[in-house]
């Protein structure tokens, strides 16, 4: 069975992919076979001699709008029982619950727009699902792109290291992480919280509980009712 996942992204700036794609667990998801990206440039499925990707908005109006017809060629040629994603601030708000969900999937199509957005008929005919990073206007789809793909590869079994980091973290069970401290015990005289040096494992896990509660409560009481 083909433990990877697939993951090809459409995108006028395939250059903003590497950095970002090729370090630290991006890049050690890769070397262990759990992910390949395939980043496509949008302009190499125009098909005028200037690569036009972009025309004027139908009705009249400021800004430019992504031709359906290269996204079109795009998916045409890519399309293999892929769930397409459009990047797009209308979307879905992308929660760790829509992360999980989505790491289990085989391959995804990520499609970046610009400018005022993509052709209406491109989400109509071709995309599954829009996911938004949150309720605010970027430039781009590719920091969200982004954003969606560190989300999820690391939770592709066997990505991270140690297996428990996923267990206690933020959003499982509805609740926010407890506090961490590492070494020195005490740092100019602010002292780690006794019970974290005790040992006493029992104690240590009851006093986590109490503390992701309480920082729950505090910062996102909304969680704590959420399904
Ligand atoms: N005119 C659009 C609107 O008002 O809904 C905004 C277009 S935005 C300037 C250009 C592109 O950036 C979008 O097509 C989308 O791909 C991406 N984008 C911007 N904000 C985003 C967000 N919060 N989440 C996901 N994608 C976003």
Same mark, same amino acid.
Request: glycine share 6%.
């Given at each position: 069975?083909?433990? %990877?996942?697939?993951?090809?992204?459409? %995108?006028? #700036?395939?250059?903003? @992919?590497?950095?970002? /794609? &090729?370090?630290s667990?991006m890049?050690?998801?890769?070397?262990k076979?759990?992910?390949? #990206? @395939?980043? *496509?440039?949008?302009?190499?499925? %125009?098909?005028?001699?200037? $690569?036009?990707?972009?025309?004027?908005?139908?009705?009249?109006?400021?800004?430019? =709008?992504?031709?359906?017809e290269?996204?079109?060629?795009a998916?045409? !040629?890519l399309?293999r029982? +892929?769930?397409?994603?459009?990047?797009?601030?209308?979307?879905?708000?992308l929660?760790?619950?829509?992360?999980?969900?989505l790491s289990?999937?085989? &391959?995804?199509? /990520?499609?970046c727009?610009?400018?005022?957005?993509?052709d209406?008929r491109?989400r109509?005919?071709?995309?599954?699902e829009?996911i938004?990073?949150?309720?605010?206007?970027?430039t781009?789809g590719?920091?969200?792109?982004m954003? =969606?793909?560190?989300? =999820?590869? $690391?939770?592709?079994?066997?990505?991270?290291?140690?297996?428990?980091?996923?267990n @206690?973290e933020?959003?499982?069970? &509805?609740?926010?992480? *407890?506090? *961490?401290y %590492?070494r020195?015990?005490?740092?100019?005289?602010?002292?780690?919280?006794?019970?974290?040096?005790?040992g006493d494992?029992?104690?240590?896990? +009851?006093?986590? !509980?109490?503390?992701?509660? !309480?920082?729950t409560?505090? $910062?996102?009481?909304?969680?704590? &009712?959420? !399904?």
């Open positions: 069975m083909d433990l %990877t996942m697939r993951i090809d992204i459409i %995108t006028i #700036f395939p250059k903003m @992919f590497e950095p970002v /794609l &090729n370090e667990i890049r050690r998801a890769q070397a076979g759990k992910v390949k #990206f @395939f980043i *496509h440039d949008l302009r190499d499925y %125009t098909s005028d001699k200037h $690569r036009k990707v972009d025309d004027r908005v139908f009705g009249g109006g400021s800004g430019m =709008l992504m031709r359906p290269p996204i079109f060629n998916i045409a !040629k399309k029982q +892929a769930k397409v994603i459009l990047l797009s601030p209308q979307g879905k708000k929660d760790q619950k829509i992360v999980k969900r289990k999937e085989k &391959n995804l199509i /990520l499609i727009g610009h400018y005022e957005g993509v209406e491109v109509e005919k071709l995309v599954d829009e938004s990073i949150g309720d605010y206007v970027l781009g590719e920091l969200p792109a954003v =969606l793909v560190d989300s =999820l590869v $690391r939770l592709i079994p066997g990505v991270l290291g140690d297996k428990n980091s996923l @206690f933020s959003f499982e069970g &509805n609740l926010l992480e *407890h506090p *961490h %590492t020195p015990a005490n740092f100019r005289r602010m002292k780690v919280p006794e019970v974290l040096l005790s494992h029992q104690k240590i896990e +009851a006093w986590r !509980k109490k503390e992701a509660l !309480k920082r409560k505090q $910062r996102r009481p909304d969680l704590l &009712n959420s !399904k």
